[in-house]
């Protein structure tokens, strides 16, 4: 299992969180995610310009395995999606935290960090699920 | 935790996830199951199907017996060592079981059944015995591999006894030897040439240390159910079960009506529905847009009625999702199928999609 980057917030749905300097925040999943998915093969993204609720259904990633949705961690503006996905769905298993970003988003609020975890606290919680 | 085979250790060592399957710990792939896949259609790959369960038969009447058991007929297996593809039957025509038989000799015979059906069918085929005199043999001692690909025959062939490999090369489609302690059939679950070999358990790993070292990739069940899907080969539990006779799931070519008086456990049944004009079609589905067919979904047939999708996935050799699916009898050949909430067009293809490494349907174009 790779090092989670420091830099990053995740979630309890294997989501990953990073803050842009523009106020935006860059959604993936983990890397632990997509292992667990295997081969991706087709992603379903939202369109740009929607607003999505914090918790609800955002994208669609499917593996050779399952589809899975992709909840959104925050609520807000979804400013940019990562179209590349769309022909090379795979980068989400090769760089789940660089070019297999999902979405990005605008948040209509803050972040409320109190039901984000850090690189730590996410590691603790997927070693639980391991065992 | 589940039962293990006797390359368990050989699953952990490689690095497969592990799943649970019908009550085994099977590896569901070694990190990319798509790499997986493509080395059987383009090199060789094996596949640890220990899991299945072999069953030996043995007795002066089995042959009839065998007549009476299956719906395919075992007098066409005119030469030691041949083998055949039915399905088992109850009463009512429904599937218990999909099997390969070989016939090893006059008075023996070895069937090979799925791991998750193995406690109903032992008992199933006991019963059934019993008024034939014929000694049923399960053989759990011996594993069992699959070795598929259009290179898999050669590199297999270096790991067996050079005694036999000669004449196991020689081996003709769908036929099987003994070589030795171990058995070799030219059969497979992939759409590709190879072979499946049943041996000791103590010899699995050596066996399967030795086809790694020349150069055939560990696969899964995971690049099994795609490789299958694309063959079109059918699963037991999805695309048929003891509630869906063989005419219902495509295997009316494994159905010998012939002889007219061989009375097979669920013939009559499957005589009445044989002449009935309103039978389900069981056919493959392309997927025009953008999107993954998975297992029962729902198929729309505009101004017909509906089907269900009985296997969808990816197929990772077309680049495209298919499908296996029953859907109502009539002449068309588009429909959709409902893909989470969404209509997706979906256009009628004649299976297999893919055999012995080539695409069979036209991607782009016209229908059967």
């Known amino acids: 299992m790779t090092e989670l980057p420091g830099d990053l917030l995740y979630t309890e749905e294997h989501e990953w969180l990073r803050r842009e300097e523009d106020g935006s925040v860059t959604i993936g999943i983990t890397d632990h995610a997509q292992s667990a998915l295997g081969d991706l093969v087709y992603v379903e993204l939202p369109e740009v310009g929607i607003d999505v609720d914090q918790a609800g259904e955002m994208a669609v990633v499917e593996s050779v395995k399952a589809a899975s949705d992709v909840y959104a961690p925050i609520g807000g503006n979804i400013v940019a999606v990562n179209e590349a996905l769309a022909d090379d769905p795979e980068k989400i298993n090769t760089e789940p935290y660089d070019d297999g970003w999902i979405v990005r988003i605008q948040p209509s609020d803050g972040i409320d960090e109190g039901s984000l975890m850090s690189p730590d606290a996410y590691q603790e919680f997927i070693d639980a699920l391991d065992d | ?368």
């Not at chain 2, 490689?14 to 493509?38: C, N, T």
């Not at chain 2, 493959?284 to 297992?295: F, S």
């Not at chain 2, 969808?312 to 699916?325: C, R, V």
């Open chain 2, 1 to 368: 935790m589940g039962s293990k085979t006797p390359l368990f250790e050989k699953h952990n060592d490689a690095g497969a996830r592990i799943v649970d399957f019908g009550g085994w710990d099977m590896p569901l792939h070694y990190g990319s199951q798509k790499e997986e896949h493509h080395a059987v259609r383009r090199n060789a790959g094996v596949f640890d199907v220990s899991h299945m369960t072999i069953v030996d038969l043995s007795g002066p009447r089995v042959r009839e017996f065998l007549q009476y058991l299956l719906a395919n007929d075992v007098a066409k297996l005119k030469q030691h060592g041949k083998a055949l593809y039915t399905c088992m039957l109850n009463a009512d025509g429904g599937v218990i079981d999909d099997l390969i038989i070989y016939c090893m000799s006059d008075t023996d015979y070895r069937l090979i059944v799925n791991a998750a059906t193995r406690d109903k069918d032992l008992e199933w085929i006991r019963e059934q015995a019993g008024a034939f005199n014929v000694v049923v043999d399960e053989r759990a001692e011996l594993a069992m591999v699959a070795v598929q690909g259009p290179n898999a025959r050669q590199l297999a062939a270096t790991s067996i006894d050079a005694n036999y490999r000669d004449a196991a090369l020689a081996l003709q489609p769908f036929s099987g030897m003994q070589a030795g302690k171990v058995f070799i059939a030219r059969t497979g679950y992939t759409g590709e040439d190879g072979w499946e070999i049943c041996m000791p358990a103590a010899d699995a790993a050596t066996f399967w240390d030795d086809l790694l070292a020349a150069g055939v990739m560990p696969c899964g069940l995971g690049a099994r159910d795609t490789l299958r899907l694309e063959a079109a080969m059918n699963l037991y539990g999805t695309d048929m079960d003891e509630m869906i006779s063989p005419l219902e799931a495509g295997l009316s070519w494994t159905v010998a009506w012939e002889p007219a008086e061989r009375d097979f456990i669920g013939r009559s049944a499957l005589e009445v529905q044989r002449h009935s004009t309103d039978k389900q079609r069981f056919v493959g589905l392309l997927l025009q847009d953008k999107g993954v067919l998975r297992n029962h979904q729902r198929v729309v047939v505009d101004g017909i009625g509906e089907g269900e999708i009985t296997s969808g996935g990816f197929s990772p050799t077309i680049g495209k999702s298919i499908a296996l699916a029953r859907v109502p009898a009539g002449n068309y050949e588009n429909a959709q199928v409902d893909v989470r909430g969404k209509l997706l067009n979906v256009r009628i293809v004649k299976t297999p999609f893919v055999r012995n490494g080539q695409i069979q349907i036209d991607i782009d174009g016209d229908t059967q």
